[in-house]
């Protein structure tokens, strides 16, 4: 059995998130506002890897990258964008104020001020300003060619790395939610990788690759190495195997396995988490490697991590 409302989201930093979108839920809110509000926290915050405060690209310079979708299948993302404390509020302004679907670099900040969005000062946090000057001790500052596919330990320059407590270091936020009238939405938000070329995108802004959402079957989100997801157009994928009948987890387990089996050395050096629900409410997830955990919230006092399980 599901539950209605239900909220998921990625990573630890979902459990906060996931109170917001709780509040506006449990009110009988709209799972758009839900997942939007939700995930504003995450990028609010200072301490965390999405937003601001999160790790800048070679350049040292953070970009951002949104996305959102409802349940009338209207979506919106914005891509690298600067100074913008809420690239996921700029989202759904591209989707309900714009014939558009996507804004990128410039152009998207510009929108983003027009519509009233405070331009933040250029300044990396204090976390980020160490760890960049700590990468550039050894960053080779050229683009390397397939460093996914080279078998370089730690993956790269902006690969997802192991901390050595074991945890992942990650970047993203992904939000989907069923509201009390059964409508799905799903929201995802971004600094990318950290020490990424300068232009690259991830699966994030890339609606079907980082979110999907399609009301009549359910929803996805993805973290990890973008580059992998968009190869398989990943949360389209799995929305498209619910609608096979395969349950959440299942899903996103097909998802992964078709990761593997399109180039198994990449799978093994690189971590990619989906998680999904369905429009009975029934959820699920599913990783390459050990470490992936996304948080549950259905009730007041309901609000817990699930360890998804993994592939490796
Ligand atoms: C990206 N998928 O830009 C994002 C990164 C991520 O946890 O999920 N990090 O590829």
Known sequence: GGFKPIVISTWAEGINANKAAW?????????????EAGVMVTEASQNCCVGLGANPDRDGIVTLDASIMDENGNCGSVGAIERIKHP????????????????????AQQFA??????????KLSDDA???YK??????EYKPVINIENSGQKGHGPF???RFDNGDWNHDTIGMIALDATGNLSGSCTTSGMGFKMRGRLGDSPIIGAGLFVDNEVGAATATGMGEEVIRICGTHLVVELMRQGYKPEDACKKAVERIVKKNYERA????????????????????????????????DNTNFMVDAKHYF
């Open 113 to 122: 001020v027009a519509e009233g969005f405070p331009l933040e000062p250029q």
């Open 129 to 131: 300003e160490r760890t």
């Open 268 to 299: 093994k050096a690189n971590q990619v988490g989906f998680i999904a629900i369905n429009k009975k409410g029934e959820f699920g997830g599913f990783c390459l490697q050990s470490g992936f955990n996304f948080a549950v919230c259905y009730g």
């Open 88 to 107: 996921i509020s700029v989202a759904r302004r591209v989707m309900e104020k714009t014939p558009h679907v996507m804004l990128v670099g410039q152009g």
């Open 159 to 161: 690969a997802p790395t």
């Open 23 to 35: 509040e506006i839920l449990k009110n009988k809110g709209r799972a758009l506002d839900a997942v």
């Open 134 to 139: 700590e990468w550039l001790k050894k960053a």
